[in-house]
């Protein structure tokens, strides 16, 4: 088994290492270090003299993949591929383009992306699993029929639809909750209750039909209707062996997604002003700044193999029956 | 404190309910404080006075800086007066040996310009860190080791501060910084131009940067004499410029001539503070009535009163119509009215607004989504609508001094170039493309459509039927009217493209157009201008790019039909009329002629006109160079627009000022009439949080009541 | 009639081929030849039976094949042919579609900005001067919305005989249908035509011809609702220029289809192929597969779309001089967002179809089949691609939802489908800011929502009942509940 986790671990090496020549292709490549300068230096007056300085001050004016005009292992080091890319490896994101330290802007921004995305995803596991047992107890009638036409119907709304609704009614006519903002502390939550409940209204639909689908499955198996034909009731059946088994699907799906829950959610955070991951990256890439995109891109694949790893680890620890190739 | 405010203390004291709003953005315990509300849309790039060019940073570092003169408050056309010297500086020519010259002496023999400030006396800087000693006398932190920098992120992380005297050397000391290439001011090309040695002062920088092999650094320039920036003593310092530019004192009311101790630069420096974000572009020290206390541009900026500010008086005077306006009430006191000022982050149209609305924010401007609710046309022309004047909401407008136009590149081989052909062609689509229609349904009808580069109100822009462009425009009733279709068609078959067919490809001309818009309304203005050429026949493609691709394009020319703006430095003709020079040409000079529009004529016409005072002789030259241009029609001209601006009843000395931006010493909010009004207006209604909650108790019923049932139908 | 008129002009017009239009009759040719084949195959022939066998299925099969109908005369595109007399030319400038030939009152009834639906006053006041050089605030009759009309108030009555004149037309037209199918029935079956007729509305054999016939009556109701109304009024109002919503939304349908299509069409064979091959073979195979999968994968897409727009912008303003026209240019960008979409999107299905996969080998019939020595590929062909179809077939239409709506997404950031292309996605975007309006402009994201709510709907019950028919462990659910 630690062999098995050791060699899964050492396997995310090559995928970030790809990751990272993608990243460095799309971004030092197709967007020019002089295009990066051009946009940093804002509209007014700009010189080729100042994308010049501008480049020696960020760091941008080494040769991308070989620096012949240095010896020894500078002629490797002093590029932009090792100072911008490579170091991303030890968790060195460097400086925005407009200056910042991303290192420090990430571990502010975490905690508010987690305020967010941690109850949404328990609230709404909870109300999903809800809905989805209670509608599996009514299989086959009307009930089930119509909860899955309203879900489907649920699912086929655009996102945007529910924040712009949401925010219309809840916030502006209702006056229910801010219309956005964060707040420090305690203060938040009157905060992070509106954009919870649009994103759980929003999953609300795919989640329950999908979990229909796992509990339907599991509701088909012999020792359900062993368990059914030595008389327990439905109820009993249901929350006992049903939902026990199809946790497991249920959780180890959920597991994939722990590790991203730090990068937050784009659309909720930028629509209703929450200061986290997912509005900074929305932000960088309306300003186009690279070197956040860049270090976001790492660290969300970073966290995505790590969500990997975690599923795979899982899925053996429940299922005997997958072998440890 | 007034009688209504006793009323309405005793309104908020009585309902426990008032206290905290369900939807109060802010928190309970300021409900009743002295701040001021504000948004910011995108978070500021820059706060270094040398590097800082866009309105959204001058909305703070205008409060924090002071450069040595300010426009005055009220006073319209425009007036500059001194905020930190004694009296606005005269002009002292000099002649090519280094003699004085008279005031009227002929540009062609004034070598030289002298410009003399005399500081103030007792002016201090703010709390700061880098101001501050220890008990010798030495700087407290101005050698931090790297241990002493691990719990530093901010400067609020450094306990102590200091302040001092502000002298003449700091203002010399800023000039200075404008030259180094490690600050990379956006203006030092410019001023290059201007202030005598600047730019090789500018050169020794740069070499002396690269001996240190340090692009950024400390580099003390008090031991680098530049020739432009002198100090006299210890409160007078004199700048010298080439020639005569009348318009350079306009500068000196700009955040980049504003003062810089070097103390602060010295502190930046140190090693580890920028990796902390702790720089001089994030962090501003300034002798200003305010000092940013909070800078989290994830989620707001807080400006707080300066301790150390030295009470500038409000203006004792104004325009006629401010007296009775209320805008003198406060003439004579001390500055600044409000304790704080909180700008939230406000990415959305939607959710300022509604927050405004809700009195979250003391002043707005109108979304144009939104202005049927906020504004009406009524017999007596524009006003707020019931709901506004209900809520005690009141309304300025002003024309603001800026362009929006739509451009065609010079270059290009269709709609540019100097023949008759091209002219007839640009002539065709500038009557096809409606502006007013555009200003109509896109701006509501805010903005006014230009018959040339300069903005109503400024000097040079003419009025009555003497204004329009005669080529697109005629003068019927008193109105400029937009020529007909007919004659755009008519012009575009002179052209040599009958119908909108390109003769070379048999097909319809296809032109394009080149913008960085985005937004939601986005597509729609392009819908719009496709309708526009449509009319013509001629097929638009519109090619949408990020801004920096957008420049680049613009920057190599690529560009053919394109989008963009300019909002005014300084109350000057000038500083439109430069965007139409030759050698400001984008492609060939680098410059801010987008259009790379180049007329021998208008180029000569400039350069007489620049150095000319204003008068009729400068107008008579404005007016020809004009003509020119709309001969020419390098632009599609497109239109300068009007600033609507709501505020609240709370919010009092308000007069928008398009020029000045240190405008927050001026603000008066009354706190206790805002909180009163926010617990009316914020009432939450739980009616349909009890319907849901009905709703599921009743379906959760009706579930179990079927369950029973089957469970019944099956133990049978 | 205007539909016939319309493929008249195609015909004698100068046919235009976009890369969009070629691969949309790709598929359907594609689609063709996967009937052929179920025709041939007894037990799909018996799922797929099954399938229309159940009343949403059908329903949804129908709306379906109306969407990708409006989605193929979208895009048989043309340039018609010009009036004779002006200039030398044989055809006009300008591409139309068969779809746009036949909208064309729709389609070029421009009002000056908003107006509701059936209006025919906009929806804002304008100045107006009198003739006496007085101005005066009111709400302007629209160019064309009810400009037949000589009095307002006649509206109502035009409103509802217009409606009137559309439902018997559509009754009269689903009753021409019942009886020409109840013939070709009854002459099939050997039964009297009287009887088929009778049976038609009742649920005769395994076809739902009831659920059949109310599908049509609506859906032809709405068509010719449309047909009546459409030339004289802007049946769902017009937008922030003027432009006819109804039209836009009619045109959105075919970008919905392409994305929703076209992307899918990319993903399958590189999932399949590499999914299964993963699952399978294990050892090195799944190594390279999943690293593939998982480097591409572990992008956010989000960004990987956004880098990706950027090069594809790029390079459409490197090249500006290969696309001549507007649609050409749109239309690349299309399908090179299909494209990106499908690099971001292949991988799911794929990781899907590896841990079926890997399940599946360890099954007994599968170890039997080993040991009875049969080669890898039958192995893949026969007992495992087989056993994962319904997962492809599932993935598939959910894809399709799915894409539909990311493309809303897509162009909230600004990185979606060309900005000038009539689709939802933009339709909704903009909208987002109407809805804030006073007083509300609530058409266009209405008509948008409901016309994809309809399409991924009908999506939706469809992959159900496909599921339902196809994955086996459901078929013997049902059939030991049948026992």
């Not at chain 1, 649920?154 to 924040?163: A, T």
């Not at chain 2, 004694?86 to 030289?112: M, S, W």
């Amino acid at each position: 088994m630690t062999a098995y986790i050791v060699r899964r671990c050492l396997y995310a090496v090559p995928i970030l290492v790809g990751v990272n020549l993608v990243t460095f292709w799309l971004f030092f490549f197709v967007n020019t270090p002089d295009d990066m300068a051009r946009l940093a230096l804002g509209a007014k007056h700009v010189t080729p003299e100042m994308v010049a300085g501008w480049k020696q001050q960020h760091g941008y004016d080494r040769p991308l993949l070989f620096n012949s005009a240095v010896r020894g292992t500078g002629k490797l080091t002093e590029t932009l591929f090792y100072r911008k890319s490579l170091r991303l490896f030890l968790l060195d994101f460097g400086s925005s383009d407009g200056g910042r330290d991303i290192g420090h802007d990430i571990a502010q921004r975490m905690g508010p992306s987690l305020a967010i995305a941690v109850p949404t995803l328990l609230v709404a596991l909870a109300v999903e699993v809800g809905i989805a047992l209670l509608i599996v107890m009514f299989r086959g009638s009307y009930i089930d029929l119509f909860a899955l036409l309203i879900c489907i119907v649920l699912m086929s709304i655009s996102l945007l639809f529910y924040v712009i609704g949401g925010q219309y009614l809840i916030g502006k006519v209702w006056r229910l909750a801010p219309i956005s903002g964060f707040g420090d502390g305690v203060d938040a939550w009157r905060f992070v209750a509106l954009p919870v409940f649009i994103g759980v209204l929003g999953g609300v639909g795919a989640g329950v039909r999908v979990y229909r689908t796992y509990f339907l499955e599991e509701e088909g198996r012999d020792f359900i209707r062993t368990a059914r034909a030595k008389g327990l009731t439905d109820g009993v059946v249901l929350f006992r062996h049903v939902l026990g088994n199809a946790m497991i699907p249920v959780l180890t799906g959920l597991v994939v997604v722990l590790p991203s829950l730090f990068l937050g959610s784009l659309i909720m955070e930028s629509f209703f002003g929450i200061p986290g991951l997912g509005s900074y990256t929305i932000e960088a890439i309306q300003n186009q700044d690279f070197a956040i995109v860049r270090a976001m891109v790492f660290l969300g694949s970073l966290l995505y193999v790590l969500g990997l790893l975690l599923t795979d680890i899982s899925y053996t620890l429940v299922d005997p029956r997958v072998r440890l190739g | 404190m007034r009688s209504t405010n006793i009323i309405a203390v005793l309104i908020l004291a009585a309902s426990d309910v008032a206290a905290a709003p369900w939807n109060n953005p802010y928190p309970a315990a300021d409900a009743t404080a002295d701040v001021y509300y504000d948004s910011f849309e995108e978070r500021p790039k820059h706060l270094d006075p040398a590097r800082s060019y866009a309105e959204n940073e001058g909305q703070f570092i205008g409060q924090v800086y002071e450069p040595p003169l300010q426009y005055h408050y009220l006073r319209r056309p425009y007036e500059l007066v001194p905020l930190t010297v004694r009296e606005v500086p005269t002009p002292i020519y000099q002649g090519a040996d280094g003699r004085e010259l008279p005031e009227d002496a002929p540009v062609g023999r004034i070598a030289r310009t002298v410009y003399r400030f005399r500081l103030k006396a007792g002016i201090r800087f703010q709390p700061h860190p880098a101001l501050a000693r220890d008990s010798q006398g030495g700087f407290l932190y101005h050698a931090l080791a790297h241990a002493d920098l691990a719990a530093v992120h901010t400067l609020a992380d450094l306990p102590v501060s200091g302040t001092r005297e502000l002298v003449a050397a700091d203002y010399v000391y800023q000039i200075k910084r404008l030259a180094d290439p490690a600050v990379a001011s956006p203006i030092a090309g410019l001023m290059f131009e201007h202030i005598v040695g600047l730019r090789e002062y500018a050169e020794r920088l740069r070499r002396l940067r690269t001996a240190a092999r340090a692009s950024g650094g400390f580099l003390d320039l008090r031991a680098h004499d530049l020739e432009g920036a002198r100090v006299i003593d210890r409160y007078a310092w004199e700048i010298t410029i080439k020639g005569k530019y009348p318009q350079f004192l306009y500068w000196q009311a700009m955040t980049f001539f504003a003062p810089m101790p070097w103390e602060a630069d010295r502190f930046h420096a140190q090693a580890g503070l920028a990796e902390r974000n702790v720089t001089l572009d994030w962090f501003p020290i300034g002798t200003g009535p305010f000092m940013l206390a909070e800078n989290n541009p994830n989620r707001r900026m807080v400006l707080v009163r300066n301790p150390n500010f030295r009470g500038e008086r409000y203006p004792a005077d104004g325009e006629m119509e401010d007296g009775p306006a209320g805008l003198l009430a406060d003439a004579g006191k001390p500055m600044p009215f409000v304790d704080r000022a909180v700008y939230s982050l406000e990415t959305e149209s939607i959710p300022r607004w509604s927050k405004f609305l809700q009195g979250y924010y003391d002043v707005s401007g109108i979304p144009s989504d939104s202005f049927d609710q906020a504004v009406q046309y009524t017999t007596a022309g524009l006003t707020l609508t019931e709901e506004m004047r209900r809520r005690g909401i009141r309304l300025l407008t002003a024309v603001s001094a800026s362009t929006s136009y739509v451009g065609f590149n010079m270059l290009d081989p269709v709609v540019g170039g100097d023949g008759e052909r091209a002219r007839k062609l640009r002539r065709a689509i500038a009557i096809a493309a409606d502006t007013e229609e555009y200003i109509s349904i896109f701006r509501n009808g805010r903005g006014v459509a230009s018959q040339g580069p300069i903005p109503p109100g400024l000097f040079g822009a003419r009025e009555g039927e003497a204004s329009i462009n005669p080529y697109v425009y005629t003068w019927v009733n008193g109105q400029p009217q937009r020529r007909p279709l007919e004659e755009a068609r008519r012009l575009l078959a002179e052209a040599g493209y009958p119908g909108g067919r390109d003769p070379a490809t048999g097909r319809a001309l296809v032109l394009h157009f080149d913008t960085s818009a985005s937004g939601p309304d986005f597509r729609s203005t392009l819908d719009w201008w496709r309708k526009q050429f449509d009319k013509l026949g001629i097929q638009l493609i519109v090619r949408d790019s990020d801004f920096n691709r957008f420049q680049d394009k613009l920057a190599r020319g690529n560009a053919e039909i394109f989008q963009f703006g300019w909002n005014a430095d300084y109350p000057d003709p000038e500083n439109f009329l430069f965007l139409l020079t030759g050698s400001q040409g984008k492609v060939r000079h680098a410059g801010e002629n987008a259009a790379n529009y180049s007329n021998p004529d208008f180029d000569r016409l400039f350069e007489q006109m620049r150095h000319m005072d204003n008068g009729p002789g400068r107008q008579r030259i404005i007016d020809s160079m004009v003509e020119i241009a709309r001969r020419d029609g390098p632009w599609l001209w497109g239109f300068h627009p009007t600033g609507y601006t709501l505020m609240h009843s709370w919010y009092s000395n308000a007069k928008p000022n398009l020029m000045a931006r240190n405008t927050l010493k001026y603000v008066r909010v009354d706190p206790v009439l805002r909180a009163v009004r926010r617990s009316q207006w914020n009432a939450p209604v739980w009616q349909p949080v009890a319907w849901f909650a009905a709703f599921l108790v009743a379906g959760l019923l009706a579930a179990i009541r079927v369950y029973r049932r089957r469970q019944r139908a099956t133990a049978l | 009639m205007r539909l016939w008129l319309a493929l008249q002009q195609w015909w004698s017009g100068e046919a235009v081929l976009l890369w969009t239009d070629a691969l949309l009759f790709l598929l359907l040719m594609a689609l063709v030849a996967a009937y052929v084949h179920v025709r041939r195959d007894e037990p799909l022939r018996r799922s797929w039976r099954r399938v229309l066998g159940s009343a949403p299925a059908m329903a949804s099969a129908i709306v379906l094949s109306v969407y990708i109908l409006v989605a193929l005369l979208d895009s048989l595109h043309f340039r018609p042919l010009q009036p004779a007399g002006e200039s030398g030319e044989r055809y006009e400038a300008g591409v139309l579609s068969v779809l746009d030939a036949a909208l064309t009152p729709e389609r070029t009834h421009t009002e000056r900005s908003y107006s509701r639906p059936m209006a025919i006053r906009a929806l804002e006041m304008t100045t107006v001067m009198d003739p006496d050089g007085l101005s005066r605030q009111e709400y302007p009759r629209l160019k064309y919305g009810g400009s037949h009309l000589q009095d307002p108030a006649q509206r109502g009555a035009d409103l509802l005989a217009a409606s009137a004149r559309a439902l018997a037309q559509a009754v009269l037209t689903t009753l021409l249908a019942w009886a020409a199918i109840s013939g070709v029935l009854a002459r099939r079956h050997g039964l009297s035509w009287r009887i088929a007729a009778s049976g038609i509305p009742g649920r005769a054999g395994a076809v739902p011809w009831r659920t059949i016939m109310m599908t049509l009556l609506v859906l032809v109701s709405l068509g010719c609702l449309c047909a009546e109304l459409g030339p004289r009024y802007h049946l769902l109002g017009t937008d922030k220029v003027g432009n006819d919503v109804l039209f836009q939304s009619l045109k959105g349908v075919r970008t919905s289809v392409v994305i929703g299509t076209l992307t899918t069409l990319l993903t399958l064979p590189l999932a399949i192929a590499f999914g299964v091959a993963a699952g399978y073979f294990r050892g090195p195979v799944d190594d390279a597969v999943q690293y593939l999968y998982t480097t591409l994968d572990s992008i956010p897409d989000v960004l990987l779309i956004a880098a990706m727009v950027l090069v594809m912008q790029a390079y459409m303003a490197g090249h500006a001089e290969g696309f001549s026209s507007v649609q050409q240019r749109a239309d690349l960008r299309l399908v090179l967002l299909c494209a990106v979409l499908g690099i971001t999107r292949w991988t799911g299905l794929c990781r899907l179809l590896r841990g079926e996969t890997l399940k599946l080998r360890e099954q007994d019939y599968v170890h039997a089949a080993q040991a009875l020595g049969a080669g890898h590929l039958r192995i893949l062909g026969h007992q495992i691609l087989p056993n994962v179809m319904h997962l492809v077939l599932i993935t598939v239409v959910m894809q399709f939802s799915g894409l539909v709506l990311a493309e809303a997404v897509l162009s909230y950031i600004g990185i979606g489908v060309d900005p000038g292309m009539h689709s939802w996605g933009n339709m909704i975007n903009s909208a987002r800011l109407e809805l804030a309006r006073e007083p509300a402009v609530w058409w266009s994201l209405t008509a948008a929502l409901a016309f994809m709510l309809v399409l991924v709907l009908a999506a939706n019950l469809f992959a159900d009942a496909v599921r339902d028919a196809f994955d086996p462990r459901a078929t013997r659910r049902s059939e030991e509940a049948g026992r």
